[in-house]
């Protein structure tokens, strides 16, 4: 009976022991799986950091466009004036000519932007994108940490 005693506590103790090792070994896969999820947070971080640097690049040139849009239109009234109050062919004629320049150099100033707002699109696509993946990482952080702790409360338990 004594014997039998003793073998019941030693079987306990390999279980308890057994499963020590499996929750170590899920702990271990855990804290792998977590770590290689924070560095790719990170990662998106970092892409998140670089996509507002491209941002605030594209923004300035809008606003640099805007002005020049601003000063060509201003140009092109002050032309139009003048063009109306001339009464000399020559002159009417230097005057069209850089009202003319002047509307070239709007229409270009336009395709400038345009180009410079599809970009501005893109980049803020692409930083949407960044904040939903790094939003769906955090979560996984966060069912990871949630899962270690009960596994850390399942060895307490267990221990004491």
Do not use: F
Not at 86 to 106: F, H, P, T, V
Not at 138 to 154: F, V, Y
């Amino acid at each position: 009976l004594a014997r039998e005693k003793e073998l019941n506590m030693e079987m306990d103790m390999l279980r308890r022991d057994r499963q020590r090792l499996l929750i170590g070994d899920q702990k271990k896969g855990l804290l792998t799986e977590l770590e290689k999820i924070e560095n790719e947070a990170l990662e998106i971080k970092d892409r998140v950091n670089e996509n507002t640097l491209e941002k605030g690049i594209v923004d300035k040139k809008l606003a640099d466009i805007a002005a020049k849009e601003k000063d060509i239109e201003e140009e092109i009234k002050v032309l139009e004036k003048r063009m109306s109050t001339s009464g000399l062919d020559d002159e009417s004629k230097k005057i069209e000519e850089a009202r003319k320049a002047a509307e070239e150099k709007r229409r270009k100033v336009e395709e400038d932007r345009w180009m410079s707002e599809d970009e501005l699109k893109k980049i803020e696509s692409i930083r949407s994108e960044l904040r939903e993946k790094y939003q769906i990482l955090l979560s996984e952080i966060k069912t990871i940490k949630d899962k270690l702790g009960g596994l850390n409360e399942e060895l307490d338990k267990q221990n004491g």
